[in-house]
């Protein structure tokens, strides 16, 4: 199983951007998949989670400015992005707990895409 990222880029303060992040191979099931981001010096954190294909959570941080969604067809997992902030700057990477069979979900990650908000 890989996860492919991709959308991350330069944009200005008030800008938007939409990253997108396709899982692929031996897939039975997609259970959960999100965005994490890390900036400099920072950890790793969650910004938006999205289970099967109602529940979703944010980070308080994104609230009103970030959109997760997915298309379970395409077992992609999208983030709408907009009135980005300079503090949005980091690292974005994409995560999914996928079973390859009828067993337990592994966790997968994908390889980071920059964001990066100019001021």
């Known amino acids: 199983v890989q996860l492919q990222a991709s959308g991350g880029g330069l944009v200005q303060a008030g800008g938007f951007l939409r990253l997108s992040c396709a899982a692929s191979g031996s897939i039975f099931r997609v259970n959960f998949m999100g965005w994490y981001r890390q900036a400099p010096g920072e950890q790793r954190a969650l910004v938006a989670g999205?289970?099967?294909?109602?529940?979703?959570n944010y980070a308080d941080s994104v609230k009103g400015r970030f959109t997760i969604s997915r298309d379970n067809a395409k077992n992609t997992v999208y983030l709408q992005m907009n009135s980005l902030e300079p503090e949005d700057t980091a690292v974005y990477y994409c995560?999914?707990?996928?079973?390859?069979?009828?067993?337990?979900?592994?966790?997968?990650w994908g390889q980071g895409t920059l964001v990066t908000v100019s001021s």
């Open positions: 999205i289970y099967n294909d109602v529940n979703t």
């Open positions: 995560d999914a707990h996928i079973s390859t069979s009828n067993r337990p979900a592994l966790n997968y």
